[in-house]
């Protein structure tokens, strides 16, 4: 079973590298990165100039069973791998776009745990954004942050009610910024203990 981050070469390529080794160890597990490619945008509203993460995920579960060689350890049946990739081989996509969901008008990020895919957009999580000065390291504290959140929920994990742990959901910027980088004792045992989910969080 393995974790991966697809990084869009749309996001500056330069922070795949920071963010990957962080998250794995926020998740205290292997993460490998894919970061030498795009991936082909789906459900872009031009009323909004926002992509539809749900329509998002769908394509990436296809595309991940289209190009198994970026994904599939070696050791896998291939037919094996198309039919039960949900449960073993968990995909992040690093996009540009600013993403929603049909009940909010923005997510910094989704999980399909059905389908073992989440996305994270880092379009919310700059400081441009919001009117500040540039600010790579607080980036990367934010994409890891919202990408440990959304790899816990591809592993079955729940909300958490303590603000100060990775499965709190940030209401805003400030939120996601007052959360440390570790998951509270409840979250973790559980994290330790589950390898799949099945809703969309």
């Not at 909004?48 to 070696?74: M, W």
Request: proline content about 7%; glycine content about 6%.
């Amino acid at each position: 079973m393995g974790v991966h981050v697809f990084w869009d070469s749309r996001v500056p390529i330069g922070l795949s590298r920071p963010v990957t080794e962080e998250l794995s160890g926020v998740l205290e597990m292997p993460v490998s990165r894919i970061d030498n490619g795009t991936f082909p945008l789906e459900g872009f509203d031009p009323l909004r100039q926002q992509c539809d993460a749900v329509k998002i995920l769908t394509k990436l579960d296809i595309f991940r069973r289209r190009y198994p060689q970026l994904f599939k350890p070696e050791d896998v049946d291939i037919e094996f791998y198309n039919k039960f990739n949900h449960l073993h081989e968990k995909v992040l996509l690093i996009t540009p776009v600013d993403l929603f969901e049909p009940l909010a008008d923005f997510v910094f990020g989704l999980a399909y745990p059905a389908l073992g895919v989440a996305v994270v957009s880092p379009a919310r999580l700059t400081n441009e954004y919001y009117g500040r000065h540039p600010d790579d390291d607080a980036l990367i504290d934010r994409i890891v942050k919202e990408g440990a959140h959304e790899i816990a929920h591809l592993f079955g994990l729940e909300h958490c009610d303590n603000p100060g742990c990775i499965m709190y959901c940030p209401r805003n910027l400030d939120d996601l910024d007052r959360k440390r980088k570790y998951f509270c004792g409840k979250c973790r045992i559980r994290l330790n203990g589950q390898n799949e989910g099945d809703l969309f969080r």
